[in-house]
Structure formats: structure tokens, C-alpha cells
């Protein structure tokens, strides 16, 4: 991986890691996630059309359709992730979720994609999916501390973390979509496709607004710039070294749920995340 690469990736896995911490401090829900979709269209919006003017892309009907496929895929995985966040702690549900969608990801890039990461990448892959598997404990626990559910919604979050970096990964590198360009338009989708839920849950906006709206507004600034950071990388870098070296966010999310959210157990997840660093290393040499 290029140094470049490797910066972007870092950079936004601490934009991604606060803006996780944020959503699980605040309680999320549709309102929240509602929210920091339309002010991410907002704020971005300028800089979108600014590139439209400026570079002129191509725009036909393929990247239409790709974009409007990543609204669907992005629109379910804040949906799950919102879910799980309210159902366990961030410091289970945020490792497990990234740590599974990377994993999942880097085996379809080399099936699907054709990719062919070397066995020194391969092997600190393995070594991000460990560290981050061990960062949940003891998995005899979680049935005693009930934590199964947050666990399912979890792994159904990693399906499809796994999911649309293999689906934007087309949209950027095969066609050519800027990543900024890309990333507005699926939350300007995402926007539009929430409506209804907002429409239904409008107390749940309105409390949002009310009691967070600085965290909506960090949000909707971290999210969007956190995401085309990655995209950015994707755009020159195989999946199969982008999508686990960017899980260096669980090792800050981690720190995050332990010394903020007193959600304990912080030296076993030092040693976990210390693998994973390991793991980025090799990604990075590899």
C-alpha cells in the first residue's frame, strides 16, 4: 500500500471512530440518523456541484444506477448499525461489525474482483479479524450478558459494511465516479429514501434536533469526509488492502467506549487492538 494511501485510510478511521462515538452517546434512532443524512447533503453540497462545474464527470445511466444502489446499501447498514448500537455497547457492536464487513470483503474482492493481495497482506488481514473478534470477550459471555442480539444486528451491519465497499469500489475505480461526487449523491438518495421513517417518527427528529444538534452537525461533517477519504484511496488501492487497514478504527473506538462509556475490559482491548495494528503494518508492507 502507498504511502498516500495508508494516510487517507488512517485519517479516516479517526473521523469514522468519533463520529461512532458520537452516534452511540447520543442514543441514535431514526431521527439522528435522518438528520445527519440531510445536513451531510447540505453541507457537501457546494463542493458537489463545485465538481460538477469544475471536472464535468461522466455521468450515464450505469453511474446513476450505481449511486442509487449505494443508497440502498448505505441506507440499511446505518439502519443496522443505529440497531445495534441500541441493543449492546459500542465497544462489542462497532468491533464486531467492522471487523467482520473487512473480512468478508477482502474474500469477495479476490473471488469476485480478482484482486491478489500477498501473503504477508493476507496474513495481517487475518490479524485485523482477530484482533477485532477479540475486542467482543469471551463469546460464552454474551448469551449471559444478553448481548446476542446486539451481536446479530452486528454481523448483519458487517454483510453489508462488506457489501458496499465492494459496490463503490466498482462506482470510483471501474466507473470513475469522484469520490466526493459518489458519496454526496448516496446521502442525497439516503435523505429522500428516509422520509417516510422521519414522516412516522417525527417526535424522534424533533428530539434529536432539540437535545443533539451539535452532534448532528459533527456528524454530518466527519461522516461524509471520514468515507471519502476512503473512497479516495479505493479509487487507487486494491479492496483487499483498503478495507482492513481502515478497521484501525476499532483499536480508537475501542479506547473510546472504555474510558468514556466506562464500558470496561480496556488491557484486553489494548492487547486485540495491538494486533491489529500489527496487522495494518503488514498490510502496509505487503
Known amino acids: 500500500m502507498s504511502a498516500l494511501a495508508l494516510a487517507l ?21 431514526i431521527g439522528f440518523i435522518w438528520l445527519f443524512a440531510l445536513f ?23 453511474q446513476i444506477a450505481f449511486i442509487c444502489g449505494s443508497v440502498i446499501l448505505h441506507t440499511v447498514y446505518y439502519l443496522l448499525l443505529d440497531r445495534g448500537y441500541r ?35 493476507i496474513a495481517g488481514a487475518i490479524m485485523i479479524g482477530i484482533g477485532a473478534f477479540t475486542l467482543t470477550g469471551d463469546p460464552r459471555k454474551l448469551r449471559e450478558s444478553g ?37 454526496w449523491g448516496t446521502n442525497l438518495g439516503r435523505t429522500f429514501m428516509m422520509i417516510p421513517l422521519a414522516a412516522r417518527n417525527f417526535g424522534n427528529v424533533k428530539k434529536a434536533w432539540n437535545n443533539f444538534r451539535k452532534e448532528v452537525i459533527m456528524v454530518a461533517i466527519m461522516g461524509p469526509a471520514s468515507y471519502i477519504l476512503i473512497l479516495s484511496a479505493m479509487a487507487f488501492t486494491p479492496v483487499s488492502y483498503v478495507a482492513p487497514s481502515r478497521e484501525i478504527s476499532i483499536f480508537i473506538a475501542a479506547l473510546m467506549g472504555s474510558h468514556f462509556l466506562a464500558e470496561g475490559n480496556l ?20
Open 9 to 29: 485510510v488512517l485519517t479516516a478511521a479517526f473521523l469514522h471512530a468519533a463520529w461512532n462515538y458520537l452516534l452511540k452517546r447520543t442514543g441514535g434512532g
Open 40 to 62: 451531510s447533503t447540505l453541507i457537501y453540497a457546494p463542493l458537489a456541484f463545485g465538481l460538477v462545474i469544475w471536472q464535468k464527470p461522466h455521468l450515464a445511466f450505469i
Open 87 to 121: 441493543a449492546g455497547d459500542l465497544s462489542l457492536v462497532y468491533p464486531l461489525a467492522r471487523g467482520s464487513g473487512p473480512l468478508l470483503a477482502v474474500a469477495a474482492a479476490i473471488l469476485v474482483l480478482g484482486e491478489r493481495p500477498s501473503p504477508l497482506a
Open 147 to 183: 448481548a446476542l442480539h446486539a451481536v446479530g444486528f452486528a454481523l448483519l451491519t458487517g454483510t453489508f459494511i462488506a457489501a458496499y465497499t465492494l459496490w463503490d469500489k466498482v462506482a470510483v475505480s471501474t466507473l470513475m465516479i469522484p469520490p466526493l461526487l459518489q458519496d
Open 267 to 286: 488491557a484486553r482491548r489494548l492487547l486485540a487492538s495491538a494486533a491489529m495494528v500489527i496487522g495494518v503494518i503488514a498490510l502496509a508492507v505487503g
